[in-house]
């Protein structure tokens, strides 16, 4: 199983970026799929997750959508008026519909907000 994460990069607070995540070896459409980072000195923390619906840490509600396209085994978060706080490395993360563990784990995208 793989998960290939990608979108990051460097943007001024306000701005917007979209990540994407690649899931291969894995039948997509029966996990859950999460969205998780970890800033510098910091614990790694939920970001967002899809399954039949969709959940997001305070901290992003309102301004990151997560979305998936089970055609392209692919899941998006998308990230709206960036804040410096928001700087971290964000992973991607697969969960087995019906469990509590997320089982699978990307390699992690930079994002860095300057303000």
């Known amino acids: 199983v793989q998960l290939q994460a990608c979108g990051g990069g460097l943007v001024q607070a306000g701005g917007s970026l979209r990540l994407s995540c690649a899931a291969s070896?894995?039948?997509?459409?029966?996990?859950?799929m999460g969205w998780f980072r970890q800033a510098p000195g910091k614990e790694r923390e939920f970001v967002a997750r899809?399954?039949?619906?969709?959940y997001y840490a305070d901290s992003v509600k309102g301004r990151f959508t997560i979305s998936r396209d089970n055609a392209k085994n692919t899941v998006y978060l998308q990230m709206n008026s960036l804040k410096p706080e928001d700087t971290a490395v964000y992973y991607c993360?697969?969960?087995?519909?019906?469990?509590?563990?997320?089982?699978?784990w990307g390699q992690g995208t930079l994002v860095t907000v300057s303000s």
């Open positions: 899809i399954s039949s619906v969709t």
């Open positions: 070896g894995l039948t997509f459409s029966v996990y859950n």
């Open positions: 993360a697969a969960q087995r519909a019906g469990t509590s563990t997320y089982r699978y």
